[in-house]
Antibody
Framework: EVQLVQSGAEVKKPGESLKISCKGS????????IGWVRQMPGKGLEWMGI????????RYSPSFQGQVTFSADKSINTAYLQWSSLRASDTAMYYC???????????????WGQGTVVTVSS | EIVLTQAPATLSLSPGERATLSCGAS???????LAWYQQKPGLAPRLLIY???SRATGIPDRFSGSGSGTDFTLTISRLEPEDFAVYYC?????????FGHGTKVEIK
C-alpha cells in the first residue's frame, strides 16, 4: 500500500524551531516529488512547495520562500518541513503529499499524509 | 501566480441532485493541468480529477471534470450522502501551484 505517514502534533512557543516529518512507503520514494500544503484553522489549502527526494531539489511558493525549509533523507524515505523561528501565524495543519505521476515538478497530488497539527502559542 | 476562483462558496443540495462546481483561473492553465480534491472534516484531501477530466483511481463515475483554458467544472451527477464535503480545485500548469478557496457542498 502506498502511504505517507507524518509525525505527530506539535505545540511550540514563538521563536522556537521545529522539524516535522513525512515517511513514504509502498513506492519508489526517490522518483516522485513530495509537496507540502498548509491549512490554517477553518481555511483552505495553500501550496507551499515541493521537493524531489532523490537530490533534494526544492521549489518554494513565493509566499513561503525564506519562511520554511524543505529537506529529505532518501536513505530512510523521509521528507521534512522545518522552521527556524516559529510565529503564532504558523499555527496550522500541514500535509505532505505525493506527486501523481513522474512528469516533472508540477503535478496533482494523489497520496496525502494524515497531516501534522502545529500549534504555536506563548 | 495563477489565482483560482471557485463558485459558489456554498452549494445547498439534496441527495440525488446534480452538483455543478466552477473554478475560474486568472490566466490560462497550461495543458489543462487542473485537479479537483474532496476534503471531509478532519481528513486529508482526496484526489478526484486530474488533467481537468481524468478520474483518479477508485473515484466513482458520478464525478466528472470538464473545461479548458481558464474555465473548469466539476460535476457530481447524483449526490450520495458521502459526497457532502468541501471541494478544491488546484492548478499545476505553472509555478507556484495554487488552490482555489473551496466550495462547500452541504445538505439542503
Amino acid at each position: 500500500e502506498v502511504q505517507l505517514v507524518q509525525s505527530g502534533a506539535e505545540v511550540k512557543k514563538p521563536g522556537e524551531s521545529l522539524k516535522i516529518s513525512c515517511k513514504g512507503s509502498g513506492y519508489s520514494f526517490t522518483t516522485y516529488w513530495i509537496g507540502w500544503v498548509r491549512q490554517m484553522p477553518g481555511k483552505g489549502l495553500e501550496w507551499m512547495g515541493i521537493i524531489y527526494p532523490d537530490d533534494s531539489d526544492a521549489r518554494y511558493s513565493p509566499s513561503f520562500q525564506g519562511q520554511v525549509t524543505f529537506s529529505a533523507d532518501k536513505s530512510i524515505n523521509t521528507a521534512y518541513l522545518q522552521w527556524s523561528s516559529l510565529r503564532a501565524s504558523d499555527t496550522a495543519m500541514y500535509y505532505c503529499a505525493k506527486q501523481h505521476e513522474m512528469v516533472g515538478p508540477l503535478d496533482a497530488f494523489d497520496i496525502w499524509g494524515q497531516g501534522t497539527v502545529v500549534t504555536v502559542s506563548s | 501566480e495563477i489565482v483560482l476562483t471557485q463558485a459558489p462558496a456554498t452549494l445547498s443540495l439534496s441527495p440525488g441532485e446534480r452538483a455543478t462546481l466552477s473554478c475560474g483561473a486568472s490566466h490560462t492553465i497550461n495543458s489543462n493541468y487542473l485537479a479537483w480534491y474532496q476534503q471531509k472534516p478532519g481528513l486529508a484531501p482526496r484526489l478526484l480529477i486530474y488533467d481537468a477530466s481524468s478520474r483518479a483511481t477508485g473515484i466513482p463515475d458520478r464525478f466528472s471534470g470538464s473545461g479548458s483554458g481558464t474555465d473548469f467544472t466539476l460535476t457530481i451527477s447524483r449526490l450520495e450522502p458521502e459526497d457532502f464535503a468541501v471541494y478544491y480545485c488546484q492548478q499545476y500548469g505553472s509555478s507556484p501551484g495554487t488552490f482555489g478557496h473551496g466550495t462547500k457542498v452541504e445538505i439542503k
